[in-house]
């Protein structure tokens, strides 16, 4: 049996988690390319370290309170991931603008993942302005990460759509749902240099020929789309 070479990865995760668990989930598969090397906190009692800990996964709090600047915190971030050699970073609910030395060191190996369908709604509170601005559909994007907020070359998108009698909680948990099956299938991509940036965009190569023409993997995945409740979806439909 041929062994599956894994990529080492490390998550910044700032608090809840569900997006680190994800990845967790998924690294538990035998056949998953990622290894997660470990989870760094900038935010003391994050629940997610938590979570991390109790699968056996090695946690830390790099606390920005404890640095004297935001160079010198993420310099201690960058040293706590090369102390995990990790190769590949993965953000999942980091709250925190990275510094551009860090954001460029890391440049084609970090990503993030973002509610929302950008390059629409960058930034926070993407729910509650998605349902100001009336879109109908709505989502989450895997990207790959530059000095920019919510700039960089996307890897991944799923949609999802916004339903009559939606207010932000029931958005966000629709979206987190998709979030969950998307990450880990974008960071499989990454790892396994299937997505990779090239001259500002993604460069997508060694895919099926169906999906490099378009095929719904790279932007919903594949559960997602039979769990979307089709009569609900019809009354959005003018
Ligand atoms: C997720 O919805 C993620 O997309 C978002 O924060 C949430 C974290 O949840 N990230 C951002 O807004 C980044 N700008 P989680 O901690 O349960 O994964």
Not at 161 to 171: E, H, N, R, S, Y
Request: proline residues 6%; negative net charge.
């Amino acid at each position: 049996m041929s062994t599956v070479s894994k990529k080492r990865v490390a998550i910044l995760i700032s608090g809840r988690g569900s997006n680190m668990g994800a990845l967790l989930d998924a690294a538990v598969d035998p056949a998953y390319p990622i290894e997660i090397a470990g989870v760094i906190s900038d935010t003391p009692g994050a629940a997610g370290l938590g979570i991390a800990a109790a699968r056996g996964v090695p946690v830390q709090v790099i606390a920005r309170a404890d640095h004297a600047s935001k160079d010198a915190h993420d310099g201690a971030i960058d040293a706590a991931i090369a102390e995990l050699n990790a190769e590949i970073v993965a953000l999942a609910g980091y709250m925190r603008l990275l510094t551009t030395p860090f954001v460029e060191k890391w440049q084609g190996r970090m990503i993030n993942i973002h509610p929302a369908l950008l390059p629409s709604f960058k930034g926070l509170d993407t729910h509650r302005r998605a349902l100001e601005a009336g879109t109908r559909l709505h989502g989450c994007t895997v990207h790959f990460v530059t000095p920019q907020m919510d700039d960089g070359p996307i890897i991944a998108q799923a949609a999802v759509p916004v339903m009559i009698g939606d207010d932000a909680d029931t958005l966000a948990a629709r979206v987190l749902k998709a979030e969950h099956g998307l990450y880990p299938m974008a960071l499989k991509l990454v790892a396994e240099g299937k997505a990779r940036m090239q001259g500002g965009r993604t460069v997508f190569s060694g895919l099926a020929e169906d999906t490099a023409n378009g095929d719904a993997s790279l932007s919903a995945p594949g559960p997602l789309r039979e769990e979307i409740d089709l009569e609900q979806l019809a009354r959005i439909t003018p």
